[in-house]
């Protein structure tokens, strides 16, 4: 066979696979946002059995031969070496493991996040904490097979993030720690605070639709390629690269969830709707990483919706939507009040200041369960400890503190750190843009927002998963992660807030 | 390995093919209701994809195995038996096919359908014929693989409705022909004749839909295992046994689309959520024929949506969703309106004395080409000519004419049929049903539908494929195919109606 039909034969197979993630996110997308209740048993063996062929074609024999072949050959293209990349990491991830051992695994999981919503419910981390216990183990297990460079805990890491390690996150992380702590200390003791009293009175849920739909086109979401709906907990989710989805929720009581979670996701449907139509059927065609996705979203969150210049340009608009609420606040108090920073106990609720202490109390857990020796049974103890040290607030009960996020239950160790990868991602990137853009926000201002996106599209977007995050990283700003951004953007904005 | 050990294979191989085709049935229904307009051409792909795999799975060697094995064995349930001879029958129907020769006619299909559109939009037959004769040669070429009993178009009949042939149908066509052509004739002389205008007023959509909701509560319809929306082209859709989908379209100047449109779609759906849950997975978890299902939306969209009774106990309801148009209306002339019998040129606008006459012609257009002799340049004549035979109308255009139905560009051919067989098997089970239940059209103006629900699930629903639809046909009604409960059933009501 000569190599151009392998070649042939291998973007057959992922092509294969790509229909079937297809078909799988359809699947997932209709059952989150209006498949009938009884449903979902059939939906989930129907799942059931199109995820155990997806695994089956990544570590197939067919796949390891064209795998071997394509190793060998010169000069294959940028996008065939990622996609052999790609590929391999994922035949190798799964190949070690015993399909028995596995087959277990997924079925651990499946009992262990039902059992972690029980726990949750009734604030009782004595139930989860033995299949919590069995999830790390058969993930320290599975390291026995994997390997690992430096810890243990950097395989896990470089699932969701390739190229992350403990020592840059222990850097990076300590950086950021020195400046927020002290900096969310001096506003909790700051005499002027926000007054916040406006945002809990009614938003007519229509208006709410209207203004996600507004400011979703604002951005530059492609309607014709997408759609929006609405979920208990807002996603976005790419079904092909021309029906890019997202969903939102809408609080009549908190219009927040619904106005930021929609900028949010559209961040990460930005990307999606942008990545280069060459990639298309390839596992090259989204994001790179977790952490670089997050830095899309949270880009268009923080950046651009939770500017002054943004709402000088929309709080009118706003307004229209929701008039008995917002026609007695000015811009300004506005503008104070949905930029309130405070410690708190969740971390899907905190600000973008306390944000990154939310994560780093679960990444030094993390840490600790995998290359250290921290038992399950202290998680409570040792997760309250924190809370108060970081963000000077204790958990009432475990549902409040260890017990809120789901991650764990689906044995999804490594995850975390992208949030806060995404924050200084984003802050490094907004750096880099503002010597191309030196006017961006003036730009924000104007409603000129195309050109933001195609900044980066350019840089970004389009090369989807063919370029590693770090490298990306690199090539985009010229420099290796570097907290300084995020810090002093932080810093400049909250001391002039909160005037201190 | 032992019979059970072949079972479970043979039932998980059966699994996975229902798998696939759930995947694609929420692909099918989420293009249908909502996808964006450029998620189509990936969306296709990935069709494709999955459905080879299904055809795969049904032809594998792995099938012609099991079947193998599970044929001489002795013994079987009554499940298994029919899951076997289904599957033998679908394994039958394309192992015969040269894969290259089947696959080329997929893409000949797929093809003729977007012709067909272009000749139909410009009403040019010219167009068409090419791709009809191909068509039709391909099928010929089929028939001479699958063979057949009696005349080659038995064979064809019998995919949509096993064990139905052409003496069949020519006996109980010809009765009707006698006895409903004169009747037709009849009613166009009739000085008594319906007010209709009242009908194309406005009737407001969200009215239209909140009527929809609640005839399909009212007649039974299990909201928590499906969902309503609206197409182009209303629709069921069983993606498994508890999520049965039904849509509808609202015309706002012609509420009998969305309001009969439902209903009908709601028979359908009633049998598929009263299938046994024990032939989920099975391919036996859907109707039995194409015919008995129509039986079944035309038995609810006739019997009971057009019944006096009905429209006695919710004309109410329905003049309050648009009381504008309905106030002035009695009751009477309403009734007498929503059954007006004139004959016409575009079948599915047909009413329901000469909607089987529709039928009757393409019926005999079909037969003559694979039996006999008719070809496709004179389809446009013979097609005007009955017209005018039958009906009396002629067609102005092709359009309006031999081009008006999808159904040839997909290579369906007998599949027409089964509208009428609906009609006479409906008319039929309910003369078997006022056995039991003497007080029907009391139950219906009472609204105590529930009974006549329990009667048709007992009776067919829960049998799913089980049972072959002549065999059922037999058992509910103790007798062959016999059409005159259907035509006295409309010669008695149209009779009255027009006061002949």
Redesign the interface.
Known sequence: MNENAIEIRFYDLL??I???N???N??FW?LRT??????V???S??IG??SSEVFRLKTSNEMKELLDQLSIQEELSVKTSAAVEESMKEYKKYEKIPEKEYAEYVMLQTKAESVWETAKETSDFSLFAPYLEKLIEANKKFLTYWGYEGTPYNTLLDFYEPGMTTDILDRVFNSLRERIVPLVKRIAGSNKQPDTSFIYQTFPVEGQRKASEFFLKELGY??????LDETVHPFQIS?????VRVTTKYDANDFRTAIFGTIHECGHALYEQNISADL??TLLCSGTSYGIHESQSLFYENFVGRSFGFWKRHYETLREFSPEQLNSVSLEDFYFAINESKPSLIRIEADELTYPLHIMIRYEIEKELFNGNLAVADLPRVWNEKYEEYLGVTPPNDAKGVLQDVHWSGGSFGYFPSYALGLLYAAQIRESMLKDLPDLEERIEKGELSGILAWLSERIHQYGKTKKPLQLLMEVTGEELNPTYLIDFLEEKYTKLYSL
């Open positions: 092509q294969k790509e229909s079937y297809e078909a799988l359809v699947m209709d209006g498949a009938p209740k009884k449903a048993d059939q939906r063996k129907t059995v199109l492609d309607f014709s390629a997408g759609r079904l092909n690269r021309s029906d298309e059927g």
